[in-house]
């Protein structure tokens, strides 16, 4: 075991990959000989050569499209978007053609490509890179979306990605790329798709949280632990399906909730959570579920950011209110 | 400052932005063989399957309107008019090259290997008319969303040449409409950028519905658009099946010998609407510029040479139109006879995994279904 931050753990994912399939392909802006602006793909294409990773003309849904054909030749394709914030470019390559193309074929086509992309905001970037638009591709029927919030999953979802036989859109936390270390296995190991994790237990709320989110609640919860407070903590990982089965156990014990997300609250993932566990547990909640989002203004600029985005205070603020509900 | 050295002349520059070449012909409108060397390479059989092909085609679009106004099909974009273009283009095709077509390709895609009885279901709105397994045909179902089959058309062919797969290659096709999408250029560009084998082929055929090829782009030729991507483009007289048929052969043996894409922009005439779905040509052009087209049908040229060379008749033509319509009929025989659809299959459809939230409505259809 190595310790690794989350964007070592994402490249270390990526050359696992290459190395255990010879129909993987890496590609996308500047992620050759540059290894990507943010480095995930550092060192790639010196190891596995041109023909595995390579740059591509700047457009996205060129990038996509490419992505489509190589599938359908028998490829793999890895394909990268710069920024999240750029992917409406791609938006009919993705949603219109890649996600439908298994229904559209009588199940007889699938398109294993793993569209990665860093999401969400905190690190002041210039305006439309940092964004939340992981709702607009996670209501899109025939996509997975899956999100990590730690290096360890990071590894084990991207692999997970790369060998699933759909198109995956895995997007990467901007802001935990360098922030955090954890221990690694070397080699080939898989974290499911479609299965949230219970990353601390308790017995008073629970916490469902995703992406940077979860380092957020943790906090909270660690915080409230002092109090005499018992925090259950669970990440999503998976924003399309949702797992509402480990969610709905969760609550059941529970009794609270609090969802949080760093999209703006009208951008929906985590309605569709507080609207599953209305659907299937609302017997079981002692209080209304509550909802930690971003405002529903335009993305903020940069230096507005720090105000905006909703972390470890917005958090603890709904809990307590959740916590004292009777 | 008012009188300034004039070091570049913009609009000596505009004038020399467009090939000088003339769109390639072999038989004019009138039936005048005006390129004899090019005519001399057809046997007479060569001839008459060039015309079979021409008359499978219109027979076909005859029908699918009769068929449409009966109800009996659904979605159809008419083809008369297209086609030398259609048929030409692919006939110099091979089997395994990829085709990815639009909605007005559907003729080609039935000569590329799917059976008219599925290219009925996929008018109709039914999934097998797009289940291409069985029959082993290479490519995909029509596109809709216009260029999108371009950027993919690159990376089939980018796929093609990874895989070192010899003699092959990607081809597709779009209007003049589809030249004007963000896609369109991209496709082309990186096709051009990893010089993959793919073919690119414009029908132009005077309107996206309603609007007109001027209004389009200022560019002169559709065909110069590839001048940009490093791509070498040709016009075509798109009513000269034999003419079609050289360039695209051309463009093929030119992209499958590993020199890059080529492109092709075939000027055509629709003869008639843009789709079944209510489209009135009458709202847009006007009989004096839809005549000189008509008089250019593809089929009249053929047949007059044709004729003077007393390799066809009335009496031949009619015979063969019977047996397609015939081969017609036992197509819509076989769609009719097509299971329902159930919504639980396209649920299983959705994913190779089916996610919880599938499985359960998977459950909910199939009690439903046995109903």
New interface residues.
């Given amino acids: 075991m190595a310790k690794m931050s989350y964007i070592q753990a994402i490249t270390d994912a990526l050359r696992v990959e290459l190395k255990n399939d010879d129909k993987t ?1 890496i590609f996308g802006e500047d992620v050759g000989k540059n290894g990507g602006v943010f480095r995930a793909t550092d060192g790639l294409q010196a190891e596995f050569g041109e ?1 595995r990773v390579f740059d ?2 700047l ?1 996205e ?2 990038i ?12 793999r394709p890895i394909p990268e978007i710069q920024f999240f914030g750029f992917v409406f470019e791609a938006m ?2 993705i949603a ?2 890649m996600a439908r193309t ?7 086509v ?1 398109l294993p490509i793993t569209i990665r992309s860093p999401f969400g905001g905190g690190t002041h970037t210039p305006e439309m890179h940092a964004d939340s638009l992981e709702a607009v591709v996670a209501t899109v ?2 996509l ?1 979306v899956v999100t990590p919030s730690n290096p360890y999953d990071a590894k084990g979802l991207l692999i997970s990605a790369i060998k ?3 198109p995956v859109v895995f997007l990467e936390n901007l802001k935990l790329y360098r922030s955090m270390k954890d221990e690694v296995p070397e080699g080939e190991y898989t974290v499911p798709l ?1 299965k949230a994790k219970v990353v601390r237990e308790g017995t008073d709320i629970t916490i469902i949280a995703y992406s940077a989110e979860v380092n957020e609640s943790l906090k909270v919860a660690e915080k409230l632990e002092k109090e005499g407070k018992s925090v259950e903590v669970i990440d999503l990982r998976s924003l399309s ?5 480990t969610l709905v156990a969760s609550v059941n014990k529970t009794h609270r909730v609090v969802v949080v997300q760093e999209a703006q609250r009208m951008a929906g993932v985590a309605a569709k959570v507080v609207s599953d566990i209305s659907e299937r547990a609302i017997l079981a909640l002692d209080a209304p579920i509550g909802r930690v989002s971003a405002p529903d203004t335009i993305y903020p600029f940069g230096l507005a950011e720090d105000d905006w985005l909703p972390g470890a205070a917005e958090i603890e603020e709904k809990v307590r209110e959740i916590l004292d509900f009777n | 400052m008012s009188s300034r050295v004039k070091f570049v002349d913009f609009a000596a520059k505009k004038e020399s932005l467009a090939s000088k070449d003339k769109p390639l012909q072999v038989i004019n409108s009138k039936g005048e063989i005006i390129n004899k060397e090019i005519f001399d390479q057809y046997s007479d059989e060569e001839l008459v399957d060039l015309m079979k092909l021409m008359v499978w085609e219109r027979t076909l679009h005859q029908r699918s309107n009769a068929l449409t106004r009966q109800g009996r099909l659904g979605f159809y974009a008419p083809t008369e008019g297209q086609e030398a273009s259609e048929m030409g283009a692919q006939l110099a095709f091979k089997k395994n090259d990829y085709l990815l077509p639009a909605y007005r390709d559907v003729p080609q895609l039935i000569k590329h290997g799917l059976p008219i009885w599925k290219a009925f279901l996929w008018s109709r709105g039914h999934v097998l008319g797009n289940d291409f397994e069985e029959e082993g045909v290479v490519g995909l179902p029509p596109q809709i969303i216009i260029g999108a089959q371009y950027v993919q058309a690159a990376g089939v062919a980018l796929g093609i040449k990874k895989n070192g797969l010899t003699d092959t290659v990607a081809y597709t096709f779009t209007g003049d409409g589809g030249t004007s999408q963000g896609d369109f250029y991209e496709g082309i560009n990186f096709a051009g950028a990893y010089q993959v084998p793919a073919v690119f082929f414009v029908q132009n055929n005077g309107y996206a519905i309603s609007t007109p090829r001027h209004v389009q782009t200022a560019a002169e030729t559709l065909a110069q658009k590839a001048v940009a991507a490093g791509i070498p483009a040709v016009q075509v007289d798109g009513m000269d099946i034999l003419a079609v048929y050289e360039v695209a052969k051309a463009a093929r043996d030119y992209a499958a010998g590993g020199n890059g894409p080529a492109l092709i922009e075939s000027l055509t005439f629709r003869f008639g609407p843009h789709t079944n779905a209510g489209d009135d040509p009458k709202r847009y052009r006007s009989t004096d510029e839809e005549k000189p087209w008509f008089d250019s049908d593809p089929l009249i040229r053929l047949r007059k040479v044709l004729m003077d060379k007393k390799v066809w008749s009335e009496e031949i033509e009619n015979t063969y139109i019977e047996e397609v319509k015939a081969e017609i009929k036992d197509a819509v025989k076989k769609a009719d006879e097509a299971p329902k659809q159930k919504v639980s299959e396209f649920l299983e459809n959705v994913f190779e995994e089916p996610t919880p939230d599938i499985v359960e409505q998977i459950a909910a259809f199939k009690a439903k279904e046995a109903k």
């Fill in positions: 392909l023909e591509t003309p457009a849904s060129g996509n499209g490419l992505a489509m054909g190589l599938a359908l030749q028998g490829f009919d390559e219109g053609q298994r229904y559209r074929m009588n199940g007889k699938g029927p025939g997975r699933n036989n759909d479609d399906p949702i797992d509402t089965d």
